[in-house]
Every structure is written in C-alpha cells, then in structure tokens.
C-alpha cells in the first residue's frame, strides 16, 4: 500500500530509501522487491517483519504558492507580485515529495468483489492515517535536528485534496491487478452548500461578533473551544482534539455558572468559591444544583458518564502520561462532549430566565 505526498517545503534531502521493520529496526540486504519472500532472496531475519518503506526526493517547482485567485478577484490592485514581472519564469521554489509504503498481509487487503466499497475506502483512510503518523516522526526529528521549526507534523488539513495510492501484492498471485486510484484527505468538507453564502448570513455574524466584543455572547468561547477542537480532529491532531474538547466543557460550566447566577439573582458571594473550586468538584456538588436530573459520572451508558469516560479521564492520560488517543478515541472524545452539552441543556431547571440557554445547548450541531 503506497501513498504520495507532496510536503509544504522542502527537507533538503534527494534520492533517499529506506525500509523498517514492525519492530522498527532495519536491516541491511533488503530492497523493496525483496517483499514476499521473492525467490533467490535470503529469508527475513528472525523476529522482523517489513512494515514501512520510505522514499524521499525534492524538486524545484513553479508557482507552488500561486497569487492568481487574487489576483483574478482584485486586478485594480496593485500590491500582488506580478509573475512574469522581472523575468519570463514564474516564482519557483523546492519542495519534497515522499513515497511511503506500508506492507500488509494479503489476507488484511480489500479486495474488489469482496468487500463494500465503504469498507475499502474505510481500510484505505485508516492506512493514510498510519502512514501520516509514522512519516510525523521523521519530519520531527529532521526539523528539530538544525532548529527548522517550520518542518514539523503534518495532518490532512496541511494536504492536497487528493491523495494518489496504489496497492500491489508481491509475488502476485495468478489473474491479480494491481490497484491504484486517489483518496480524499478532506472527507468532512462539504461539497452540497452554494458558492456564496447569502449576504444575511454574513451581516448575522458580523453582529454576532460585535455583541460578543461587548461582552454579550457568554457562551462564544465554548463554541469557538468545541470548533477548535472539531478543526484538531480533522487535521490528524488528536491529542489536542481530546484537550480542546475537554476545555471546552470546563469553559462551558463555568460560564453557566456566571450566567445562570446573574439570572437566577443568586447570592453573589457565593459564586467566587464556586468559579475557584477544582472542576471535579464543581462537576459533583455545584453543576447538579442547576439540574432536574441526577448527574452521575460513574454512569458510562449516561451522557455525564459517557463524557467523563470517554473525554475527561482521556484527557487526563495525555496530559499526565502521555499517552497518544487513536483516531476513534478523539471522535469518541469530541461526540460525547457534544452529547453532554446537549444533556445539560436538556435538564437545565425549568425557568423561563434561563429557557434561551436550554434552546441554545440543545441546538442541533452537525458531528
């Protein structure tokens, strides 16, 4: 299974290959068509299967960072650098370009006929996601290595729409093709909405974000949180996914608190303790108090339980062990968040003060 990319600069690094084993060690002797346990090749060392081959390269290229949408869209202005301008050759640039491979067993690949063809685009997202986070460790290393901090981790978002692929089996049994085509790295873009929104829309968030800057909007920093988060998930980052969703929650709850408290006209003494106390505490005494409904995080089939599982105690993993969530994990994080908002929405105490937050938590988000 090979995937083609293009990076967003150039490594410096020309007619590079190398091949690494499940383990992650290498070994001398083995070229890329020694795959398969071809005749006349020696067997793989003991203990060592082949899982990655990466091929490196770069090239100079023309108009990588190409101005011509604006300067189509504003040619009275005159700010733009003119390709052409000073020579006959348009801005060039180097750019590396990487091959990367992953070897599976035959009996792991889709095959036509076989499967639904959803279930082979599934197989090949989940090997795209795998290549991209074994290629991250190189570009890591390799920009850290002359304080290059512009080389770092890429993600889906940082790629070309199309992502050419082929997938080969060696030796090949009797009647089989090799397979190739394009994926799409940007599945959650959406190509059903109009070319222009309308003006409306436009004027509606314009006056949005006024009354945000004068402080009317309290909940805008939970919805711009969760958007970060939804933006971390689908480019590949998903620690930062499972982080932003938790902080979005926090953020949540606290801002209910300072809202509901002004509404409600409670004692205003009182809401500093409850703004300074630790989260969990505030989750477990506090937040019920708002609540027609028992919140029991313990309950994983419950929204609470399911967010606290799923996201809060995830997050805490990360950030105090390390550990690295897979990409189900962070979808599992962000749903759940969603989930639980929606919930507290719903079980808000009825009172027709606070019913505009009721209707705004329990408004549909696409997820």
């Not at 090799?178 to 070319?195: I, M």
């Not at 958007?227 to 902080?247: C, D, K, M, P």
């Amino acid at each position: 299974m090979t995937f083609a990319f293009e990076l967003p600069w150039s490594l410096r690094i020309a007619d590079v290959a190398f091949l690494v084993s499940e383990s992650g060690e290498e070994w001398p002797g083995w070229s890329p068509d020694a795959m398969g346990a071809l005749a006349g090749m020696p067997p793989l060392p003991e203990g060592r299967q082949p899982r990655y081959r990466a091929e490196m390269n770069q090239a100079v290229v023309s108009g990588a960072r190409s101005l011509a949408a604006a300067e189509s869209s504003f040619p009275e202005w005159q700010g733009f650098p003119v390709r052409g301008k000073d020579s006959n050759e348009e801005a060039k640039e180097l750019r590396s370009a990487v091959l990367l491979s992953i070897y599976c067993r035959a009996q792991e690949m889709p095959l036509e006929g076989k499967e639904a063809q959803e279930d082979i685009i599934e197989w090949l997202s989940r090997r795209l996601d795998e290549a991209l986070e074994f290629l991250n460790r190189y570009l890591v290393i390799l920009g850290g290595l002359n304080d290059e901090w512009h080389i770092s981790s890429i993600s889906r978002i940082d790629l070309q729409r199309r992502i050419p692929w082929e997938l080969s089996m060696k030796p090949a049994p009797d009647g089989w093709q090799d397979q190739s085509g394009t994926l799409d790295a940007h599945v959650t873009w959406r190509d059903d909405l109009p070319e222009e929104r309308p003006h409306e829309e436009v004027m509606a968030a314009v006056e949005l974000i006024h009354r945000y800057r004068a402080g009317e909007v309290p909940f805008f920093d939970w919805i711009e949180l969760y958007q970060a988060a939804e933006h971390h998930l689908g480019s590949g980052r998903n620690s930062q996914a499972v982080i932003f969703s938790t902080t979005a929650v926090e953020v949540l709850i606290n801002t209910l608190f300072r809202v509901t408290w002004a509404l409600l006209e409670r004692d205003e003494a009182k809401l500093p303790g409850v703004l300074e106390c630790g989260f969990k505490n505030q989750l477990k005494a506090h937040l019920p108090q708002l609540l027609c409904d028992e919140l029991d995080l313990s309950a994983t089939e419950s929204p609470p339980g399911r967010w606290h599982r799923d996201c809060y105690v995830l997050r805490n993993d990360i950030v105090h062990k390390g550990r690295k969530p897979s990409t189900p994990e962070a979808m599992d994080a962000k749903l759940s968040t969603r989930a639980f908002a929606g919930w507290i929405g719903a079980n808000l105490k009825p009172d027709p003060r606070t019913d505009w937050i009721k209707v705004f938590l329990q408004a549909p988000k696409r997820s």
